[in-house]
C-alpha cells in the first residue's frame, strides 16, 4: 500500500487507485497525536485485515480540517526591566501555531553602547558595542493548536542582566514562524 503520511486525502486515495483501481475508502476524521501532521492531511492509513499489500478498503484518518493552511506566529516583544527580580532585562519572543506541531526555535538579547540597527551580520559582528548577553536555552518546544509559546532570555532565574543605561535589541528565529526571523525594537534601559 502506498505510505500516504503527510498527504491530502484526495492525494492518498489517488496513490492508492494508481495500484488498486477497485479499491473503496472510509474516511475517518480524528485528532492525531502526531505533531508533524498538519490539519487536514494523513497521519496513518488502516487496511482491512487479511488484504494486502493494495487492500481493497483501507481507512484513512487524517486531521480535521480548520480551513487554514498550517501557520505559527512570531513575535519578539521589547527588551524590558522586570520587576522581579527589580531591574533585570530581559526579552521575550512569542510563538502561536494554528496546529498542533513541534517548533525550533532562539531568542538572544542583546546589549550596546550604542543605539544600533537591527542586522545581525552588524550585532554579531560587535559593532555598536553590541554582545549577546542571554539566550533561551531550549530551543525545541512543543505547540499546541492556539496556545502561546513563550521563549525569554535570559530564562526565569537566569543571569541577572542589569540596564546600565544602555541600548537592547531582541532577535529571535523559529523554524516554522512566520516570519521565520524576527527582530524586537530597539530600546535604551535604566534602571531606576
Not at 7 to 16: D, Q, R
Not at 30 to 46: E, F, H, L, N
Request: charged share 20%; proline share 9%; with cysteine.
Amino acid at each position: 500500500m502506498p505510505d500516504c503520511y503527510g498527504l491530502t486525502v484526495a492525494a492518498c486515495e489517488s496513490a492508492i487507485t494508481a495500484v488498486r483501481p477497485d479499491a473503496t475508502f472510509t474516511v475517518a476524521t480524528a485528532a492525531s497525536d502526531d505533531p508533524d501532521v498538519a490539519d487536514g492531511y494523513v497521519s496513518s492509513t488502516i487496511p482491512v485485515a487479511g488484504i494486502d499489500p493494495a487492500p481493497k478498503a483501507p481507512t484513512v484518518d487524517k486531521e480535521p480540517d480548520n480551513g487554514q493552511d498550517p501557520v505559527c506566529s512570531w513575535v519578539i516583544n521589547n527588551p524590558h526591566t522586570s520587576s522581579d527580580p527589580a531591574g533585570a532585562v530581559d526579552v521575550k519572543g512569542r510563538a502561536t501555531c494554528n496546529y498542533t506541531t513541534t517548533i525550533t526555535g532562539s531568542l538572544t538579547l542583546w546589549k550596546c553602547d550604542d543605539e544600533p540597527s537591527a542586522n545581525i551580520a552588524s550585532l554579531e559582528n560587535g559593532d555598536w558595542g553590541c554582545v549577546a548577553v542571554a539566550e533561551d536555552p531550549v530551543p525545541v518546544r512543543n505547540a499546541i493548536a492556539g496556545v502561546q509559546v513563550t521563549y525569554q532570555a535570559p530564562p526565569e532565574g537566569g543571569d541577572y542582566i542589569s540596564a546600565d543605561d544602555k541600548w537592547f535589541i531582541g532577535y529571535g528565529t523559529l523554524d516554522k514562524g512566520t516570519p521565520t526571523t524576527a527582530f524586537s525594537n530597539i530600546v535604551q534601559l535604566s534602571y531606576p
